[in-house]
């Protein structure tokens, strides 16, 4: 079993799970503002679900660096989305704002909730 520290929780899972689907079934708010509601629901084309990762977990997969390739977002900030990566160790997460979590202030991290709406 892995830990995962996001918004000011730490939650476990099994190797190679998806992190998206982790972060719901334990009520991580992985969305900012509306975005919960018009995300693509795990397929790798809305980006919404963009956090930082610090830890080990899979490489980025063509749909993860295309998306992240295309504004808002930037292939520069070392940024994932939730819906294409799998856990292969214990991990630290940090949502950042913006529509797509593409910004620069943080809305969560590891440690807690910084500020609740995310827009």
């Known amino acids: 079993m892995f830990k995962i520290a996001a918004q000011g929780k730490t939650i476990t899972c099994d190797q190679g799970e998806n992190l998206r689907r982790v972060l719901i079934n334990h009520k991580i708010d992985l969305h900012n503002g ?32 295309a998306r992240r390739s295309f504004p808002p977002h930037s292939p520069e900030k070392n940024r994932r989305l939730a819906c294409q990566t799998k856990v292969y160790g214990d991990l630290k997460l940090t949502k950042y704002d ?7 202030k943080v809305v969560w991290n590891a440690k807690n909730t910084i500020f609740k709406d995310g827009v």
């Open 98 to 104: 913006g529509f797509w979590g593409q910004g620069d």
């Open 34 to 65: 509306n975005s919960k509601i018009i995300n693509c629901r795990g397929i790798g084309s809305c980006g919404t679900c963009s956090l930082e990762i610090e830890g080990l977990v899979s490489e980025a997969n063509w749909k993860d660096k």
